[in-house]
């Protein structure tokens, strides 16, 4: 087996499907793995190196659009292309594929030109974010050791400041006490900016654990709590009941807490503000959606939301403005995206969708 050949898996029932797909592949340099079924094709899927999946959708037993949600679902595969290859062309067939995560289509009796160069763009594509993420990885792994460094001398730095303050609290006049005071309230800003460090560096480490909840509970316990941190703020909560997801607890706990605390953080000294989290849907696609009656912002700074550290002019919360950031890892490793929808003083909605 040679593993510098791209390995593409053909999934399909007709033998004949199998052994036309492998004989349009191989002399292009692709090493064809080949599945029957369904189940053999996620057990191949899961103990063998492959770059992209074509899937037959009509398939006795599973079908493809069951095999492809269980690749999507799965955090150490959801990167692997899948295409479908199916006879049914209409629009409600391809919107269930999308819905199942593929990434493209193709009919059946299927082209070999068509073929080729759907697998060529998509395993180049996969290359690109491929080396993207090796990247990233890599600045995170950075981004992590320089903050963990940094934490060491500032606990030195922080001790001997309050050593010195029990000591020469007596021979100090106030100013020089207030220039002390300054200098530890600066060593203590500097140490929760490198826990917000550690604490955006560890959300892509931690390993997923996928299972099906009520994300409505996680949001009412959310709700609760931001009651309870300051419950003279007059702030009414409209939370839809009964909203099962697939996806891990603790990760879609930080997107709803940092959401809904935004919407929180944002309208303090507001009357009347209701933030709401509920459900929706477009072109057959699930949408969940946490929407306050707030101050809004202009939507020409919408692609600056998402950015680390970046906080939109006029900002004058507290917080490093890694929340929303925070909140797009999480759902993208759900294999969903993130955007919002706003205009100045008529409120903002957060919309994002899971796989």
Known sequence: MNQSLPRILCVDDEPQNIS????????????????????????????????????????????????????????????????????????????RGIEAGAEDFISKPFDSTEVLARVKMLLHVKSLNDKLESANLELEAFNYSVAHDLRSPLIVIHGFLELLKKRSSDTLDEQCKGYLQRVMESAQSMNRLIDTLL????????????????????????????????????????????????????????????????AWKHNCGQESVVIEFGVTEAKGITIYFVRDNGQGFDMSLADKLFIPFLRLPGTNVEGHGIGLATAERIVTRHGGRIWAESMPGKGATFLFTLR
């Not at 996928?210 to 419950?231: K, T, Y």
């Open 199 to 262: 604490s955006f560096s560890h959300i892509n480490r931690v390993v997923m654990q996928r299972e099906r909840f009520d994300l409505s509970r996680i949001a009412n316990e959310v709700s609760m709590s931001l009651h309870d941190s300051a419950p003279e703020r007059l702030i009414t909560f409209s939370i839809a009941e009964g909203l099962m997801v697939e996806g891990d607890p603790e990760l879609l706990r930080v997107v709803l807490n940092n959401l809904m605390g935004n």
């Open 20 to 95: 036309l797909l492998q004989a349009m592949l191989m002399p292009r340099g692709y090493e064809v793995v080949t599945a029957i079924n369904g189940q053999d094709a996620l057990f191949k899927i899961r103990h063998e190196r492959i770059d992209l999946c074509l899937l037959d959708v009509m398939m006795l037993g599973m079908d493809g659009y069951e095999v492809c949600r269980q690749i999507k679902s799965e955090d150490l595969h959801r990167k692997i292309p899948v295409v479908m290859i199916t006879s049914l062309a209409d629009k409600e067939n391809r919107i």
